[in-house]
């Protein structure tokens, strides 16, 4: 009969264990997940602290745009769960397109020692090969990643953000989380100081891997 309520005892203490754990990952998760949540609708932040971007609603998963040429890359990313900038440029880059290079550059070096969770990346859709871009781009920005991906491709994935943009015309980036989805889109009219805002903001909403 001791033994029998021993056993009954060790099950309820185990059902409690696990109760308590299930609690305490809900109040772990719970305030990154709402504050996430937050960030990117909007809902529940006053308008004076909303994004500067331009919100992707619903959120794209890069994972189809990678499939075929850059899987490795795409499967390094979601080791690394680093946050990303995207910025997609096709065989020439105009001035606006220079402008967000540059801007992008400046508020990846003043994120200081939080900088190793995030990464910019080159999203070549020109014509010619892209070591060969990559190669001029890399004496301005040293720490700069590249992968090219189709025209065609890149458009259809960013089809009905809004409005449909063009980033050869008007050239324009997208910040990708850290699961490899494309959250928010900027242009050149974003500054860096409130890029450098938004940035802080989520990784301060999300965990750090590093």
């Keep these: 009969m001791n033994d029998t309520l021993t056993e009954e005892q060790k099950a309820k203490n185990i059902k409690s264990n ?11 998760i719970a305030p990154i997940a709402l504050a996430y949540f937050s960030f990117f609708t909007g809902v529940g932040v006053p308008d004076s602290t909303s994004s500067y971007g331009r919100i992707i609603n619903p959120a794209r998963n890069i994972e189809p745009l990678m499939a075929s040429h850059n899987a490795e890359y795409y499967q390094q990313m979601l080791q690394d769960k680093k946050w990303h900038l995207f910025l997609p440029v096709g065989d020439t880059c105009n001035e606006a397109c220079e402008q967000n290079l ?13 900088s190793v969770r995030v990464d910019r990346t080159f999203v070549y859709l020109g014509e ?3 070591e060969e871009t990559m190669q001029t781009l890399k004496q301005e920005h040293p720490l700069l990643k590249g992968i090219a991906v189709d025209k065609q491709a890149w458009r259809d994935f960013m089809k009905g953000v809004q409005q449909e943009v063009d980033p050869e015309v008007q050239p324009y980036y997208v910040l990708v989380d850290q699961e490899g989805f494309a959250m928010m889109l ?3 009219h974003v500054k860096g100081g409130d890029l ?3 940035l802080k903001r989520a990784l301060k909403h999300s965990i750090d891997y590093q």
């Design 128 to 130: 010619s090969t892209l």
């Design 102 to 114: 540059y801007v992008t550059r400046q508020v990846h070096i003043r994120l200081g020692e939080k």
């Design 18 to 28: 696990k109760r308590t754990l299930y609690i305490i990952l809900i109040v772990s």
């Design 186 to 188: 900027y242009d050149e």
């Design 196 to 198: 450098l805002k938004d």
